[in-house]
């Protein structure tokens, strides 16, 4: 899997330009502020129609223009394709591939698929459960459609459910519609239950291994996925993992109603992360943390390769510069056997470590 060649029009910073990319290796190097992360923001989009860095798809138009247009040419599952977005300020977006309208964005993670990991996610261990929940979203998302479809089902009930239980005391006959949601949230919620499950248990292996070799053999690192109390074993049927859901509901019913919030479901579900028998987020030092962090990220990769028998486009911002020499040369001896992006400020920075095509980017433009 590899995008071979990426064409931008007034995407971010970028006025038009094609750039032609190696399929291993490639190195972008330039000042702050020029237009490296916006480089790879632009892959990243394309293999899912979301953009972590911005709140609305006009954000990353470029200022003062109506619309952007990305365009790539991928190479995968032995085919090839021609995936391009249009964005517009005022009016829907348009995906196609290979010049056939897509119904649904997930469909571009059958195109595409993506590995992005920036300085912000060497705290992933020490932020809150969000993160790790959103950790997991972002990777199942591509794996598994029908997560993906689960997810927004769930999200949009919640959020139903939500203006329900706020508005419930100036207008009563609004409880008489709970039930209907909370079978509806238990549905979905059981199949988020049922991936993020087999994922963490993916993942506890691939990131256990990584880091006792990151941390050379000194370290253990153990995960453990965490969901509501009245699920038992998160591996269960999904109709035992339903009825489960429900009882939970019915045991914060009350509280609900007092807090007009929506307190039950796997919206709060979380990673426990433990280095060495303790708790990471409270007891582990800044390089055990980022160590951890690194772990997961390689271990998204595993797991996608494992899942699709194809290694995801990794994308590693500024990542390097952040981690000592030894984490440096670590993650670099394992990102071999896939196409990967890695933006630096300072090319000599990286030595002979990587071998590759160089892209040097000024000002929106690159060479």
Known sequence: MRINSLTLQNFRNYTEQTIAFAPDSNVIVGENAQGKTNLLEAVVYLSCARSGRARADKELIRFGESEARLLGAIDSRGREFAVETRLFAGKRRKITINQVPAKRASELTGVLGTVFFCPEDLMLIREGASARRRFMDQSLCQLRPRYAAALAEYNRVYEHKTRILRDSEDYPALRDTLP?????????GAVLIHYRARFCARLADYAATAHRECSGGREDLS????TVRTVTDPFAEQGVLIEQLLAHQRDHEQAEAASRLC??????????VDIGGEPARQYSSQGQTRTAALSFKLAERDIYKEITGQAPVLLLDDVLSEL????????????????????????????????GKVLHVAGGRVE
């Open 180 to 188: 209907e949601f909370n079978t509806r949230m238990a549905i979905s």
């Open 223 to 226: 995960l453990r996925y965490e």
């Open 263 to 272: 307190l039950s479901g796997p919206h709060k579900d979380d990673i426990a």
């Open 324 to 355: 000592d020499p030894k984490r440096q040369e670590f993650v670099l001896n394992r990102i071999s056997g896939g196409q990967v992006f890695i933006t630096c400020c300072e090319e000599d920075r990286l030595g002979s470590l990587v071998a």
